[in-house]
């Protein structure tokens, strides 16, 4: 469940919460737009000032992955070989990097800001006395 709240940038603490403002990363101005604070639990998204910067290193983690899995697949399975790989990795790396930008961030908040099942429960009980 938690890998399908990181796929869908779901906010760590109460899996409810969007982490960004746009869902799509194409859209190059809104792709490092976060809410300042999650709407469902009020878990910042930014917990301190520069705090994704540590991402660059979850990100460059992600594109030794990523090389490293094109690698064996043009080599040694497709075996088209030689320079043609550079070429792909490039054009590859190119296509997906604001999807690894954005996924690098949330692998980074995931690491710090555990789950509460409570954070979500709070929000739908703090509703329902507000209806009442
Ligand atoms: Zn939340």
Redesign the pocket.
């Known amino acids: 469940m938690m890998l399908l709240s990181m796929l869908k940038c779901k ?1 760590p ?2 899996r ?2 969007h982490l960004f403002i746009n869902s799509n990363p194409y859209i190059i101005n809104m792709l490092s737009k976060m809410p300042k604070n ?1 709407e ?2 009020g ?1 910042p998204t930014e917990p301190e000032p520069g705090f994704y910067f540590g991402a660059m290193y979850v990100s460059y983690a992600l594109g030794v992955a990523m090389f490293a899995f094109l690698f064996v697949l043009v080599e040694f399975i497709l075996k088209i070989g030689g320079y043609h790989f550079m070429w792909i990795y490039s054009l590859v790396m190119l296509l997906l990097w604001p999807v690894v930008f954005r996924a690098s961030r949330v692998v980074y908040i995931y690491t710090f800001v555990k789950y509460n099942a409570a ?1 979500n429960l709070r929000s739908s009980t703090a509703t329902i006395t507000k209806k009442l």
Request: with cysteine; charged share 20%.
């Open positions: 906010c603490k109460c409810k919460g999650c469902v639990c878990q954070a």
